[in-house]
C-alpha cells in the first residue's frame, strides 16, 4: 500500500504543480501577445530570438529579425535567407515547465530542490538558445539537411538536457531514490 501511495503523492504533486505552471504561463501568453494583426510575439520568445541574433552576429553570422506579418512567429535571417521561425514553442518555457514539475514530484529539501531547479532551468533555457544558433547556421549552411536537423537531432538536445537533469536530481537529490 505504500507504493501505491507514494505513486499517487508523485501523480499529485506533477500534475498539480505542471497545471499551475502551465496555467500561469498561458495567462501571461494571452496578456503579452498579439494573436490579431499586427501580430507580436510573447517578450520571452523575442527576448530568445534577441538574445540568438546576439550569438550569430557575435559568430560572424549578420542576423535580422522580423515580426511575421501573418502569424506569432519571428523570422530570422541570415545574409538575408530566412533561417528559422522563432514561435512560442522555441522558447523552451513549456520544457522548463515540465522540467519544474518533474524536480517538484521528486522533491528533496527545501534549498537544493529550489536551486535546482533554478539552476536546472537557466541551464535549458540557454542551451536551447545555442541550440537555435548551431541549428540556424546549419540550416544556413547545409539547407538540404533541414528537416533531420530540425525534426530529429536538436529537438535531441533539449530533451537529452532535460533528461539528464532529471537523471542527475533523482540519483544525487531527490528523498525518493528508494
Known sequence: MKDNKTVVLFLI?????????????????NKTQNEIA???CAPI??????????LLDSFGYPTELVQDTETLALKLFINGKITALIVEGCNAISIIILFIAFIIAFAGKFKST?????????????TN??????ISIAIYEYPQYQDVLHEIIFP???????????????RNYSTLKK
Open 156 to 170: 535531441s538536445i533539449i530533451y537529452g538536457i532535460t533528461f539528464l537533469l532529471w537523471f542527475i536530481w533523482i
Open 38 to 40: 499586427p501580430f507580436a
Open 114 to 126: 529550489i536551486l535546482y531547479i533554478l539552476f536546472g532551468s537557466l541551464l535549458i533555457y540557454f
Open 13 to 29: 504533486k506533477f500534475f498539480g504543480s505542471y497545471l499551475l505552471l502551465f496555467l500561469l504561463y498561458s495567462f501571461y501568453l
Open 45 to 54: 520568445t523575442k527576448t530568445v530570438a534577441e538574445q540568438t541574433k546576439y
Open 129 to 134: 538558445i545555442v541550440r537555435i544558433v548551431i
